[in-house]
């Protein structure tokens, strides 16, 4: 017969202070755990959602990012001839030739000289706005071709000094006036400035474009798009899909954040298994007398075994929970740093996913787990007679 | 004397406990050692940079070249001594993970402005007179097995294309400090192919390297260097070594930022272990602090009871794991060479340890103390177990 779990949760509410200091101690394990996932995740899902499944990015082969690239104009008129491109309203080719560079604007609120970062201008094109649906204008309007006025992303207007409606920016002794802010969601593009190519590539004395975004006639003729975009003898430049180019740039960072995040919560578990087995040991000592009673009433030793690692899991849940529901406010918080890979600001969402959840209930068992074994083995070997001597 | 020999027998009255205690406090110690040796990594290149340097880049961003020609202007302002300059190449050895930083310099000036850099008079004359020759950092060699006369392969992802180098010098750093995993190649090698294939790219520098006669001038000199380009198409930035490379760092402070938040976490977590185990130590001797109270002992004697066992406790964790945070960062930074070339545990890491150890016993130690204060000799007496 088993001991009924009420058992097990009344001995945890019985020592309420030794209880809460073990969950408090796994919550906090849990609560890093989740985070460092939650950025990992939000970065990747950020970048993710910046590229659509039917967009293609053409860049110069062997440049790891758009900054990088760079591409002749003839070249982009051979790759605008392809017939894979798709034709939109009034039959012009859905394909858009931009120019990407980073220009090094000062943080707001940071106060220090130092505290600059990288920010992407993004020269477009008018394609460029159908092409990416993601895009909205939320306060003021859309520059005019031809004329030194940008439009900014939502997050790079709350993040730096100076891009507000109608602030100014000076780069290639011009002034450029902010005329519009746009949001792009939970993407990149939030993180960017937007203006007329020509005139962005005229002021920054560029003649080549960064790179080719077109939209597929069809999602399926990718890959006939890309071989004939890559074997063309009079092309150096290289093809992929939107989704993918975006997935591949957060790939460096992802990793580094989640082999951080496990290495670290590695070490800290010890901490609090180390918790969670002092506690479930002095539990057992405790009750030496109650356990010598139980195995006398006729409970059998697999039953004290899984009473004690029922109350070590109790524990491990309740701090699994705990370290859940604070983690679950992160979400309320963005991040903006440099990506390593791109080199560029970009602004990103802890996210919380139901992967996430199960590994940290999963990871805060299994130290509860852990963390009882051996106590709880220590439990069910007692010998009936000694353990009713002994209180 | 006697009390320091009742708190030790006090802390090892349950061994298993004490122990488990103990070794719960080392882990943490240790990893709160390591997170702030990696921040100090991180933070290693402003440490290592000279406030008698400074860079001069575009002012628009990084990414941005110079013209060549400011080479002779930035000489003839009052205060510098040398000039050399360089770029960013950003070529990746056969795949992307085994990344390291690679840059083409202007020789020469450069061996003047950074005399930190130590190279054999052989090596460096071999290399000057190799254009296409490279010196790499004694551990970068090491990383890939690269001897003296090897050609070494580049792939170029600003500069396209595959790039031959061979090995003519291997540098050691004056202290150990200094990144020795650097590679370094001749600006005209890379100028002379850029003439060749992209005109338009060629005569273009990433960065000027400056060296100054007095650090003092330091900010009149970069005023100067600012305003002779001031209102041209390439207008400048000048600032300190320091500046320069504490900007880098602040554009990722979001993660050390995060780093240095968990390294507290962790301290709190071993807080909330250990005054786990003083609550229970004082329940189970509840009855023995009754009996001091009966005979005579006031609140100040079982307040240094239970804080110097407290004490007693977080300490000889502590000691264990600074000292086990050597060998831990010497096998760390080993094995994280790549990322942080610089890993070595600073003083500052020490006397945080201690000063963590204190405020985790001090923590622990209070709500038992008040307990056993105020619990009443007839109750303390009654209660058993």
Redesign the interface.
Known sequence: MAVPLSYSMRNLWKRR??TG??V??MA??V??FAAVLM?AEGLQKTLVETGSYDNVVVF?????SE??SGIERQQTSIVEMLPQVAIGPGGRRLLAKEAV????LP?RG?G???????VVVRGVQENSLPLRPQVKLVSGRLFRMGSSEVIVGNSIAKGFEGVGLQGTLN???RRWTVVGIFDAGNTGFSSEIWGDVDQVMQA??R?VYSSLVFKLRDPNVFDTAKTAIETDPRL?LEAKRETRYYLDQSEMMAKFLRI?GMS?TV??S???I??A???M??AVA?RIGEIGTMRALGFRRRSILAAFLAESLLLGSLGGAAGLFFASFMQFIT????N?QT?S?LAFKFTLTVPIVLQAMAFSLVMGLIGGVLPALRASRMKIVEALRA? | MILLKILFRNAFRNR??SG??I??IT??I??FGL?RTVIDAWYSGVEAASASRLVTRN??????PLPLAYNEKIRQIEGVKHVSYGNWF?GIYID?KNFFANFCVEPRTYMEIYPEFVLTPPEKKAFLADRKGFIAGRKLAARFGWKIGDTVTL????Y?GNWDFVLRGLYRGRDETIDETQFLFHWDYLNETMKKVSP?RADQVGFYMISITRPDLAPDVAIAIDMAFK?S?AET?T?TEK?FN??FI??????VT??QM?SF??I???M??V???M??TTRERIGDYAIMKTLGFGAGAIAVMIFGESFVIALTGTLTGMLLTYPAAAAFGHSLSNYFPIFLVSDVTLWLDLAAALLIAFCAGV?PTRHAIRVRIADGLRRI?
Do not use: C, D
Not at chain 1, 335 to 338: A, K, M, Q, Y
Not at chain 2, 59 to 64: D, E, G, T
Not at chain 2, 155 to 158: F, H, K, L, N, V
């Open positions: 202070l030794t200091l073990t408090a101690g906090l394990v609560f890093v950025m110069r082969k062997g440049s790891s900054v990088m560079v980073l220009i090094s943080k940071a220090k000289a130092s505290s600059h970062s990288n780069w290639g002794q920054f004395r003649p150096t951080l670290l070490i800290f010890i901490g609090a180390i918790g087995m002092i506690t040991y002095t405790n991040v903006s740093t440099v390593f080199f600001e209180s | 298993l406990r488990l205690t070794l719960g882990v943490a240790l990893a997170l002012a628009i961003s990084i990414i941005f950003g992307e792939r170029g992802t600003i396209p338009r209102n198409l930035l600032e500046a504490q900007g602040a554009m990722s402070g979001a993660i995060a780093i968990v976490v962790v709190l977590i071993i909330a272990v005054a786990n185990t609550a229970m709500i177990g």
